[in-house]
T-cell receptor, first 118, second 117 residues
Framework: SQTIHQWPATLVQPVGSPLSLECTVE??????LYWYRQAAGRGLQLLFY??????ISSEVPQNLSASRPQDRQFILSSKKLLLSDSGFYLC?????????????????FGQGTRLTVV | AQTVTQSQPEMSVQEAETVTLSCTYD???????LFWYKQPPSRQMILVIR??????QNATENRFSVNFQKAAKSFSLKISDSQLGDTAMYFC??????????????FGGGTRLMVKP
């Protein structure tokens, strides 16, 4: 079965410090990978997605970047954190869709990282 | 671009009763998926139910069922026999269908459901 690991679970960082959140997926190959952010009391916003090694698409211009050094590894980074970067970050994966609806698809989420920038 | 709207920020229901959460969406796509995700206090996102747009039959999963109205772009979630463990944030989400679509989810703002004993 497939599993997704995300760490750390909680992080408190000072403004201006760097950030590295890591996500790994087991039990599948060539997944699509995603980073979402959830601000307090609000819905999820897609930050980055990747359809392959080294392929990163950004949905929202911001202080963050993402990398995919290996097929099942997805990293969210920042060189200098801002107060507005605080939030709950979720990594997710999904199988790539086929040409028909016969191919089941849905997104599976990690347990999230609560980031507080102080 | 797609948008998903959940017009009920908070709802409450008595244990064992039925509650319906609303969701509307806007898209120009004809083929897509719709989902309801549950986020309990642990913050883990859990898939509750999914619906393929080409299916006219409404999806059901045990106590959870949807009312999918494609023409009206409405996708409501009905929870029957509510249980205390159903207390959570519920998110409606949209995903385009197609090879190369990327499988990105567009989420609504969420509905906080409280089940009261």
């Amino acid at each position: 079965s497939q599993t997704i690991h995300q760490w750390p679970a909680t992080l408190v960082q000072p403004v201006g410090s760097p950030l590295s959140l890591e996500c790994t997926v087991e039990g599948t190959s060539n997944p699509n990978l995603y980073w979402y952010r959830q601000a307090a009391g609000r819905g999820l916003q897609l930050l980055f997605y990747s359809v392959g090694i080294g392929q990163i698409s950004s949905e929202v211009p911001q202080n963050l970047s993402a990398s995919r050094p290996q097929d099942r590894q997805f990293i969210l980074s920042s060189k200098k954190l801002l107060l507005s970067d605080s939030g709950f970050y979720l990594c997710a994966w999904a199988n790539r869709q086929g040409a028909t609806f016969l191919f089941r698809t849905e997104a599976f989420f990690g347990q999230g990282t609560r980031l507080t920038v102080v | 671009a797609q948008t998903v709207t959940q017009s009920q920020p908070e709802m409450s229901v008595q244990e064992a009763e039925t509650v319906t959460l609303s969701c509307t969406y806007d898209t120009s796509e004809n083929n897509y998926y719709l989902f309801w995700y549950k986020q309990p206090p642990s913050r883990q996102m859990i898939l509750v139910i999914r619906q393929e747009a080409y299916k006219q039959q409404n999806a059901t999963e045990n106590r959870f069922s949807v009312n999918f109205q494609k023409a009206a772009k409405s996708f409501s979630l009905k929870i029957s026999d509510s249980q205390l463990g159903d207390t959570a944030m519920y998110f409606c989400a949209f995903m385009k269908h197609g090879v190369g679509a990327g499988n990105m989810l567009t989420f609504g703002g969420g509905t906080r459901l409280m089940v009261k004993p």
